[in-house]
Structures are given as C-alpha cells and as structure tokens.
C-alpha cells in the first residue's frame, strides 16, 4: 500500500445523530422528497439539482454519470441528447437507477425505476426555455461521439449558430426521460456507521410499503 493508499484508508467522517424516523415521513416518496430537497436547496449548493443517473445497455454493462433534474411530477425529469449512451441504454433496457447526494446534509436519496420519454411538447416547452447558447449547442453536439479536437466542437457551434439566427428550434434527437419511481431509499448519516436507512416501496395495490433496512 502507498502512503497515498493508506491516506484514502484513513479519510472518514463522524455523522450526527439527527436521525430518521419512520413516524416522520410522508405516506408516499414524492411528497418527502420535496421536503427533504427544500432542506438542501436552503443550503444554497452548487447544481442543486444535480444527480447521479446509472443505466445499463441490453447486456447489462452500467453506465452512471451526473444529469440536472429538471421536473419533478409523477417522476423525476431530465433532458438529453436520445443519441447519447444514456440514450442508447434507455432504448434497450428502460430502466435506471438515481441517487442524490446531499454530503453536507448527511443525506442520500436513491430512486430505481421504470424510465419513459417525455412529451414532445414538454421537450419543446424546456428546450425553448435554455439559453441560446445551450440551444445552439444541443445541435452542434453529437454527443458521446469522437471529435477530432476542441477547434471542431467550436466551429460545429459557431455553424449552428448561423443556420439559426434567431429562434432556435429543438433538435428531432434531443428530449427528455421521466424515471417512474418503483424504490425511493432515504438515507441520513448516524454515529457509529449505524446510519437510518428507510425505503418506500411499491406494494401489489399501487401504495407504498415502508420499510428500515439495515445500514
């Protein structure tokens, strides 16, 4: 092991003892949700909304990066290029899994389930409310695919900005997911690494169940 190694075996924190309990929570996902991402936007974070997103393609390979969850309704919302590997993955298995991390809350959410695109009118109503340059640069960007260097993205976004001058119309491959929550864990830090694990979960009625798990 290196002493860079052993550094890493050492980082650790010490959680609080705020608690979760089960006589707190809302009867359903969505609803605490809301209150517990008040909480964190009253902390006033970098990307607020960011999240980890992770898919998987038809053989089962994982893919996770960070997405910017822009609605929050029946399900959590995001936009994307349909070309991307998130795109691709969609397709052939729509499924995935989120998870915010609220680090200086000593928060987790964790979401999995079934994935559906968005309307095509509530693509074009988010798209028309991006700022121009993200607009112009949704049609420049083949996103995932190998450009030659920095100089070729900035003259595909210089070209798309010339072809649309004024209003900027959403690309046919650009849109957006709703994951369709089947499991919602919270998690809240607690001492002694015995952190509060509680997760609503689907019942056979279309309820939800409530249950602590081990942490």
Wanted: net charge negative; hydrophobic share 40%.
């Amino acid at each position: 092991m290196t002493d860079r190694d052993d550094e890493l075996a050492h980082l650790r924190e010490v959680y609080g003892d705020r608690g979760l309990r089960r006589a707190d929570l809302a009867p359903d996902p969505l609803t605490q949700f809301r209150r517990w991402f008040a909480d964190w936007t009253a902390t006033d974070p970098y990307d607020a909304n960011a999240v980890a997103l992770a898919t998987a393609d038809a053989e089962g390979r994982p893919s996770v990066r960070f997405v910017l969850m822009k609605g929050l309704d029946t399900g959590f919302v995001f936009f994307t290029n349909t070309r991307s590997r998130k795109g691709a993955d969609l397709a052939a298995n729509p499924w995935a899994a989120l998870c915010f991390a609220w680090i200086t809350l000593e928060r987790q959410v964790r979401v999995t389930g079934p994935v559906e695109a968005v309307s095509g009118e509530e693509a074009d109503a988010y798209f028309a409310s991006r700022p121009r340059g993200s607009q112009v640069g949704a049609w420049a960007s083949d996103q995932t695919t190998v450009v030659a260097d920095r100089a070729e993205l900035e003259r595909r976004w210089a070209d798309a900005g010339h072809r649309f001058p004024d209003e900027v119309p959403r690309p046919p491959h650009w849109g957006g997911y709703r994951v369709l929550p089947e499991e919602v864990e919270l998690w809240q830090g607690r001492p002694n690494r015995m952190h509060d694990r509680l997760r609503y979960r689907r019942s056979d009625d279309g309820g939800w169940l409530i249950e602590r798990l081990a942490p």
